[in-house]
C-alpha cells in the first residue's frame, strides 16, 4: 500500500476519492500556504505528492518538490479541483512507480 502527500488546496475530499479508488489509504494533507508548511517532514511511506498548483505557496511547492527529489519520490502536478489526477496516477501506475 502506498501513502500520499496532497500539498495544496482546501477542499480535496474529491482528490482523496481518487487516490483512493487507485489503492492508497494513507493520505496527508497540508494546506500549502504557511511557511510552516514549507519546514515539516515528508511522511515517510509517502509514494506520491499530489501538488495543487493553484492552491500552494511558491516557496513551500519549491521546498517539498526538491525534498521529494532527493527523497525518490514521485510528484504529479493538479490544477484546480484535481480532474487530471487520475490520468497522472494512471500513467504513474504504467510506469509501475505507484504501486496501486
Same mark, same amino acid.
Given at each position: 500500500?502506498?501513502?500520499?502527500?496532497?500539498?495544496?488546496?482546501?477542499?480535496?475530499?474529491?482528490? %482523496?476519492?481518487?487516490?483512493?479508488?487507485?489503492?492508497?489509504?494513507?493520505?496527508?494533507?497540508?494546506?500549502?500556504? %504557511?511557511?510552516?508548511?514549507? @519546514?515539516?517532514?515528508?511522511? @515517510?511511506?509517502?509514494?506520491?505528492?499530489?501538488?495543487?498548483?493553484?492552491?500552494?505557496?511558491?516557496?513551500?511547492?519549491? %521546498?517539498?518538490?526538491?525534498?521529494?527529489?532527493?527523497?525518490?519520490? *514521485?510528484?504529479?502536478?493538479? *490544477?484546480?479541483?484535481?480532474?487530471?489526477?487520475?490520468?497522472?496516477?494512471? @500513467?504513474?501506475?504504467?510506469? %509501475? *512507480?505507484?504501486?496501486?
Amino acid at each position: 500500500m502506498t501513502a500520499a502527500l496532497i500539498v495544496g488546496g482546501d477542499y480535496v475530499t474529491a482528490i %482523496k476519492q481518487t487516490l483512493h479508488s487507485f489503492g492508497i489509504d494513507q493520505i496527508t494533507h497540508w494546506g500549502g500556504r %504557511k511557511p510552516g508548511d514549507a @519546514r515539516q517532514a515528508i511522511p @515517510r511511506d509517502t509514494g506520491v505528492v499530489v501538488m495543487m498548483t493553484d492552491w500552494v505557496n511558491h516557496s513551500v511547492a519549491g %521546498k517539498v518538490k526538491r525534498t521529494a527529489e532527493r527523497q525518490g519520490v *514521485r510528484v504529479v502536478y493538479v *490544477r484546480g479541483n484535481g480532474g487530471n489526477l487520475s490520468a497522472a496516477l494512471a @500513467r504513474l501506475a504504467e510506469d %509501475k *512507480r505507484l504501486v496501486a
